[in-house]
Nanobody, 125 residues
Framework: QVQLVESGGGLVQAGGSLRLSCATS????????MGWYRQAPGKEREMVAE???????NYRDAVKGRFTISRDNAKNTVDLQMNRLKPEDTAVYYC???????????????????WGKGTLVTVSS
């Protein structure tokens, strides 16, 4: 079964840093875009950062200059380095991957949007 597993969340003081990691498991033919989303209590899930297979990145304005997304295509992993954290960064962070899975021996592929279970980041003031 194909899964995403996040790690690295925790409690940190404002101004501190955390690094989130996301690993894949299972057989994946190809990973297109990977990214990190977050959901704060009472709010909708929002995109934080994303990276294409070619390395192009996109960040939400609130984290530009503070967060850096990086991807290892050989290992099928994606990390999020978060610096100068603020209390408003407190949320559950989810890893996301747009993948292609091989569905039969003839090589047919299907697209699937994968989500991890999330890791909690708490930033105290």
């Amino acid at each position: 079964q194909v899964q995403l597993v996040e790690s690295g969340g925790g409690l940190v003081q404002a101004g501190g840093s955390l690094r989130l990691s996301c690993a894949t498991s299972g057989s994946i033919f190809r990973i297109n875009k990977m990214g990190w989303y977050r959901q704060a209590p009472g709010k909708e899930r929002e995109m934080v950062a994303e990276v294409t297979s070619g390395g192009m990145t996109n960040y939400r304005d609130a984290v530009k200059g503070r967060f850096t997304i990086s991807r290892d295509n050989a290992k099928n992993t994606v990390d999020l380095q978060m610096n100068r954290l603020k209390p408003e960064d407190t949320a559950v962070y989810y890893c996301n991957a747009d993948v292609m899975l091989q569905v039969n021996i003839e090589g047919a592929l299907r697209n699937k949007d994968l989500w991890g279970k999330g890791t909690l980041v708490t930033v105290s003031s």
